[in-house]
């Protein structure tokens, strides 16, 4: 099992570009999240998914959105991006929401 | 939002000493989680708790889940080279409305004493 994969490892946007960050999971898990990290902090859930077609908003959600169509894949789409989404991006999944989280290796996003 | 304070927030360790750091909460956790998180890689499970009172090992490492159920700790004894990293403990809540949402400490970043 490859685990949980983010594609790109890292990317430099301009003000107002968009993108998609990739997140695919082979452990046929149910959840899907995404989060942020911000130096010092620890991490922000901005999305999570319980399955294919269902998504709702964390903590975080504004400038950002997501979509699942299959149980592997969980995008996240930047539209607009903004210098305050420069972040570290990570993928995570489990297999039920009282189970570990597995994460994925992150993509770092600089928007300048 | 929830918060957990994670101390300390940094510190530095000579080979061969014990580390000790918690996770303190004013809320109610169901579950903790510690992880560790090594420069430009993903937070990787260490140890994850269920029980409040639990005490658990994974190798050098042990983590307890607080009796309150709004703490825990994680030591690490007889600490190595690779030991360096951040660790992060999480914390689901028992609202049983986050969908196995977790809450995020800080972190505590170990360093190797110059």
């Known amino acids: 099992n490859a685990g949980v994969t983010q594609t790109p490892k890292f990317r430099i946007l301009k003000i107002g570009q968009s993108m998609t960050l990739q997140c695919t999971q082979d452990m046929n898990h149910n959840y899907m999240y995404w989060y942020r990290q911000d130096p010092g902090m620890g991490l922000k859930l901005i999305y999570y998914s319980v399955g294919a077609g269902i998504t709702d908003k964390g903590e975080v959600p504004n400038g950002y959105n997501v979509s699942r169509s299959t149980t592997e894949d969980f995008p996240l789409r930047l539209e607009l991006a903004a210098p305050s989404q420069t972040s570290v991006y990570f993928c995570?999944?489990?297999?039920?929401?009282?189970?570990?989280?597995?994460f994925g290796p992150g993509t770092r996003l600089t928007v300048t | 939002g929830q918060q957990l304070n994670q101390s300390p927030q940094s510190m530095f360790i000579q080979e061969g000493e014990d580390v000790s750091m918690n996770c303190t909460s004013s809320s109610i956790f169901n579950t903790w989680l510690w992880y560790k998180q090594d420069p430009g890689e993903g937070p990787v499970l260490l140890i994850a708790l269920y029980k409040a009172g639990e005490l658990t090992s994974n190798g050098r490492l042990t983590a307890q889940f607080g009796i309150t159920r709004k703490d825990s700790f994680l030591n690490i004894s007889a600490s190595i080279p690779s030991d360096v990293g951040i660790y992060f403990c999480a914390g689901q809540l028992t609202d049983g409305g986050s969908q196995g949402n977790l809450i995020f400490g800080k972190g505590t970043k170990l360093s190797v004493k110059p």
């Open positions: 995570a999944s489990n297999s039920g929401g009282d189970y570990e989280q597995y």
